[in-house]
């Protein structure tokens, strides 16, 4: 099963899915702040997001200039 | 929109969104009286563990296993899977039963080695070592060779035995113990991948256990004293920092960590899940006892989180990826000892036994897929997970155990020591720390299933998988979810009081957002993510490509000069033998020997004169100096 570019109805779902657990919070008893970035709005949607293109977008330039070898490389 | 989502200009301008929020957040950080690395802001490290001591006959929990893995032997190969199961759940029960404070210490060599010593650190880590050896075994039951269920009772037996090693001597024979006993189980795979891999993992240990020895030595020529206590930090000087680099290397801190990703790829099926619990966990086990504090594992623990996620977005070999998620995870664990409070030292040890289970599950499903359809890397797999669900939602348990969902165990113990940064306000380890969390999830959670049983079908038909094997996975995953759902029953048995509640609302909000958005992400860049038939660079590069030269030097090299040494020994000797066979030759005016047929000049006729003077020559040398001597 390989997956496919979501249809609209796809597209809805997960906006509708990201925008409730980014509201959800705010409707929930708060506590834990340990930072200037707790002040942003949905900030932890936003790290997951960018975090996972960084890592991916990093790691991949990373392997392409200097990591990433043939597979007989120590033969 | 999709189209823009999908495009490499809405990559990079993540990219830039990530890199502007964690300067921004460093920027923060430094602005922050007493925040960021070094601010100590009221961190006061857990205490060392004092139970009322007493003496104990208990033998260590270690001598079941050592015993049982020898008699083993004695019994019907079919009944030996079995047996090792009983023996480790006796194991358990003992270690279970264990009493709190109980120290067994015997004489040897003018040194007292503690043989037993039994405190609440050490009995989370021997509860969980002997309940992995329970799993495991399950897992093996199918398997008939007996090298390797002997290999793997003795590796457990190391494992243990250094967690209950009252001093470093003790903790040194069972540190040896299990290196050998571990290249066992890699070695019996049986290919030339798996015996070169072998090799250089025993190699490195061989080399990491002398380093760790010369600090033991070390310190008891400056202390007096080889008991295994903890050194304060920067404490202890050249001594401390050699055992510290020996336990970092168990631990696969890099640059010493490239023997986990080289070796257990190449292990056998059943045996990878024994590495995969019992020797870093060990290694977190030391540094807990040894080197709580030393903020410089805070760092090292970051960077491990991150470098295992980086090489797991190049990995191709499913156990590769999941090993380098092995360093990325104990990162955490090596962070919390680094961190040191009571909060980070319990992050530490509940992460680990999290680990334990949820890497098991998660080595045992891709144990599955090798053992069923023969194939081992992602670009060879893909399209058959209507034919393994059962699997292949075990496995996706152990991911989402290790990503940290709330319901399962990662999200109630990597929580405690992110939790631990944030108390601190190391806001630096607090970010890096959760951004590896980002990574874990989308390697273990997300490439390697898709890419292993979804993904493009290559027309795979697995085999069915051994019932024992999917039973294991089964008993893995429940403990996952028991201690997700009530994480009492884990920090109960933690060395210090807990005083942490994961499941609050901005936890598990946090949580959930971090995970869907990362999904999201991961959406968009699948075509990104498929395997690539290429190999990872690593440190291991500075011994793996001067081998060839090394062994050229010191092992042809010096093959060579033997050689070509015996070669003109024995034209030297030929010659000589030739020269000395007839004395006569020498004598100027001798008569020329006649070559013919008749008995003329006989060697063996001479040797008898010339013999006796030197033989009775010897026998009153002999006599003489035997009668000086004695006189």
Same mark, same amino acid.
């Given at each position: 099963?390989?997956?496919?570019?979501?249809?609209?109805?796809?597209?809805?779902?997960?906006?509708?899915?990201?925008?409730?657990?980014?509201?959800?919070?705010?409707?929930?008893?708060?506590?834990?702040?340990?930072?200037?970035?707790?002040?942003?709005?949905?900030?932890?949607?936003?790290?997951?997001?960018?975090?996972?293109?960084?890592?991916?977008?990093?790691?991949?330039?990373?392997?392409?200039?200097?990591?990433?070898?043939?597979?007989?490389?120590?033969? | 929109?999709?189209?823009?989502?999908?495009?490499?200009?809405?990559?990079?301008?993540?990219?830039?969104?990530?890199?502007?929020?964690?300067?921004?957040?460093?920027?923060?950080?430094?602005?922050?009286?007493?925040?960021?690395?070094?601010?100590?802001?009221?961190?006061?490290?857990?205490?060392?563990?004092?139970?009322?001591?007493?003496?104990?006959?208990?033998?260590?929990?270690?001598?079941?296993?050592?015993?049982?893995?020898?008699?083993?032997?004695?019994?019907?190969?079919?009944?030996?899977?079995?047996?090792?199961?009983?023996?480790?759940?006796?194991?358990?029960?003992?270690?279970?039963? &264990?009493?709190?404070?109980?120290? $067994?210490? %015997?004489?040897?060599? @003018?040194?007292? *080695? +503690? !043989?037993?010593?039994?405190?609440? =650190?050490?009995?989370?880590?021997?509860?969980?070592?002997?309940?992995?050896?329970?799993?495991?075994?399950?897992?093996?039951?199918?398997?008939?060779?007996?090298?390797?269920?002997?290999?793997?009772? &003795?590796?457990?037996?190391?494992? $243990?035995? %250094?967690?209950?090693? @009252?001093?470093? *001597? +003790? !903790?040194?024979?069972?540190?040896? =113990?299990?290196?050998?006993?571990?290249?066992?189980?890699?070695?019996?795979?049986?290919?030339?991948?798996?015996?070169?891999?072998?090799?250089?993992?025993?190699?490195?240990?061989?080399?990491?256990?002398?380093?760790?020895?010369?600090?033991?030595?070390?310190?008891?020529?400056?202390?007096?004293?080889?008991?295994?206590?903890?050194?304060?930090?920067?404490?202890?000087?050249?001594?401390?920092?050699?055992?510290?680099?020996?336990?970092?290397?168990?631990?696969?801190?890099?640059?010493?960590?490239?023997?986990?990703?080289?070796?257990?790829?190449?292990?056998?099926?059943?045996?990878?899940?024994?590495?995969?619990?019992?020797?870093?966990?060990?290694?977190?086990?030391?540094?807990?006892?040894?080197?709580?504090?030393?903020?410089?594992?805070?760092?090292?623990?970051?960077?491990?989180?991150?470098?295992?996620?980086?090489?797991?977005?190049?990995?191709?070999?499913?156990?590769?990826?999941?090993?380098?998620?092995?360093?990325?995870?104990?990162?955490?664990?090596?962070?919390?000892?680094?961190?040191?409070?009571?909060?980070?030292?319990?992050?530490?040890?509940?992460?680990?036994?999290?680990?334990?289970?949820?890497?098991?599950?998660?080595?045992?499903?891709?144990?599955?897929?090798?053992?069923?359809?023969?194939?081992?890397?992602?670009?060879?797999?893909?399209?058959?997970?209507?034919?393994?669900?059962?699997?292949?939602?075990?496995?996706?348990?152990?991911?989402?155990?290790?990503?940290?969902?709330?319901?399962?165990?990662?999200?109630?113990?990597?929580?405690?020591?992110?939790?631990?940064?944030?108390?601190?306000?190391?806001?630096?380890?607090?970010?890096?720390?959760?951004?590896?969390?980002?990574?874990?999830?989308?390697?273990?959670?997300?490439?390697?299933?898709?890419?292993?049983?979804?993904?493009?079908?290559?027309?795979?038909?697995?085999?069915?998988?051994?019932?024992?094997?999917?039973?294991?996975?089964?008993?893995?995953?429940?403990?996952?979810?028991?201690?997700?759902?009530?994480?009492?029953?884990?920090?109960?048995?933690?060395?210090?009081?807990?005083?942490?509640?994961?499941?609050?609302?901005?936890?598990?909000?946090?949580?959930?957002?971090?995970?869907?958005?990362?999904?999201?992400?991961?959406?968009?860049?699948?075509?990104?993510?498929?395997?690539?038939?290429?190999?990872?660079?690593?440190?291991?590069?500075?011994?793996?490509?001067?081998?060839?030269?090394?062994?050229?030097?010191?092992?042809?090299?010096?093959?060579?000069?033997?050689?070509?040494?015996?070669?003109?020994?024995?034209?030297?000797?030929?010659?000589?033998?030739?020269?000395?066979?007839?004395?006569?030759?020498?004598?100027?005016?001798?008569?020329?020997?006649?070559?013919?047929?008749?008995?003329?000049?006989?060697?063996?006729?001479?040797?008898?004169?010339?013999?006796?003077?030197?033989?009775?020559?010897?026998?009153?040398?002999?006599?003489?100096?035997?009668?000086?001597?004695?006189?």
């Amino acid at each position: 099963m390989k997956l496919k570019t979501p249809s609209t109805r796809g597209w809805i779902f997960a906006a509708a899915s990201g925008a409730i657990v980014i509201a959800l919070p705010y409707f929930l008893p708060h506590g834990e702040h340990h930072g200037w970035w707790s002040a942003i709005p949905g900030w932890w949607s936003l790290f997951g997001a960018a975090g996972c293109a960084a890592i991916v977008i990093v790691s991949k330039w990373l392997g392409h200039v200097f990591l990433q070898k043939d597979e007989d490389f120590y033969e | 929109m999709s189209r823009f989502l999908a495009s490499s200009t809405a990559a990079r301008l993540l990219v830039v969104v990530t890199f502007v929020l964690l300067a921004g957040s460093m920027v923060a950080m430094a602005a922050t009286e007493g925040g960021g690395h070094g601010g100590e802001h009221g961190r006061i490290l857990a205490p060392v563990l004092h139970p009322d001591t007493f003496a104990t006959d208990s033998w260590p929990p270690a001598a079941i296993l050592v015993i049982g893995g020898v008699g083993i032997l004695l019994l019907p190969s079919r009944i030996r899977g079995y047996a090792a199961v009983i023996l480790s759940a006796i194991t358990l029960w003992y270690v279970w039963n &264990l009493p709190d404070g109980a120290r $067994l210490v %015997v004489g040897v060599g @003018g040194q007292d *080695l +503690t !043989l037993l010593r039994v405190d609440r =650190l050490s009995l989370v880590f021997g509860k969980i070592f002997s309940l992995i050896g329970i799993i495991a075994g399950i897992y093996a039951l199918h398997q008939r060779d007996t090298r390797q269920q002997v290999a793997a009772l &003795l590796y457990n037996a190391g494992a $243990l035995g %250094v967690t209950f090693a @009252g001093d470093y *001597l +003790t !903790l040194y024979v069972f540190w040896e =113990l299990m290196a050998v006993s571990s290249v066992v189980l890699i070695w019996a795979r049986r290919n030339p991948e798996s015996e070169a891999a072998g090799r250089r993992y025993i190699l490195v240990h061989l080399v990491g256990g002398a380093v760790l020895l010369g600090g033991v030595l070390l310190h008891l020529d400056a202390t007096g004293s080889i008991a295994f206590e903890r050194f304060a930090p920067g404490e202890g000087g050249l001594a401390a920092w050699l055992i510290l680099i020996g336990f970092c290397l168990n631990a696969a801190v890099p640059p010493l960590g490239p023997w986990l990703p080289d070796a257990y790829p190449r292990a056998t099926v059943t045996g990878a899940i024994f590495c995969s619990a019992l020797t870093t966990k060990t290694a977190v086990y030391t540094l807990i006892r040894g080197f709580t504090g030393w903020e410089i594992l805070a760092v090292a623990g970051v960077v491990m989180a991150l470098y295992g996620v980086v090489y797991a977005v190049l990995a191709n070999d499913i156990r590769e990826l999941l090993g380098y998620h092995i360093i990325s995870q104990v990162g955490y664990m090596v962070a919390g000892v680094g961190i040191g409070t009571a909060m980070a030292v319990n992050g530490a040890a509940a992460h680990a036994v999290s680990h334990i289970l949820y890497k098991a599950l998660l080595f045992m499903g891709a144990g599955v897929v090798i053992h069923t359809t023969g194939r081992e890397k992602l670009t060879e797999l893909g399209g058959f997970w209507k034919r393994q669900k059962l699997v292949f939602g075990l496995y996706m348990i152990g991911a989402f155990s290790i990503s940290g969902f709330p319901l399962w165990n990662g999200f109630i113990s990597k929580s405690m020591v992110v939790a631990a940064a944030g108390e601190l306000h190391w806001d630096w380890a607090f970010l890096l720390l959760m951004l590896a969390s980002v990574g874990t999830f989308l390697h273990t959670g997300l490439k390697l299933p898709y890419g292993t049983w979804m993904g493009e079908d290559h027309g795979i038909r697995p085999k069915p998988a051994p019932v024992n094997m999917v039973v294991a996975m089964a008993v893995a995953a429940f403990f996952c979810t028991i201690m997700g759902v009530a994480p009492g029953l884990l920090y109960a048995h933690l060395p210090y009081e807990v005083h942490w509640d994961p499941w609050t609302a901005p936890h598990v909000m946090e949580a959930v957002q971090m995970l869907l958005f990362t999904f999201f992400v991961f959406y968009l860049f699948i075509p990104k993510l498929g395997g690539q038939p290429t190999i990872s660079m690593d440190t291991d590069v500075l011994y793996r490509k001067p081998a060839p030269a090394v062994r050229a030097v010191f092992v042809h090299g010096v093959g060579a000069v033997f050689d070509g040494a015996h070669a003109r020994v024995h034209a030297l000797a030929s010659r000589l033998a030739a020269a000395f066979r007839d004395p006569t030759d020498w004598i100027p005016g001798w008569p020329e020997r006649v070559e013919s047929d008749e008995p003329g000049y006989d060697e063996d006729r001479a040797r008898l004169p010339l013999m006796l003077p030197f033989t009775l020559t010897l026998i009153a040398f002999g006599v003489i100096a035997g009668w000086r001597f004695l006189g």
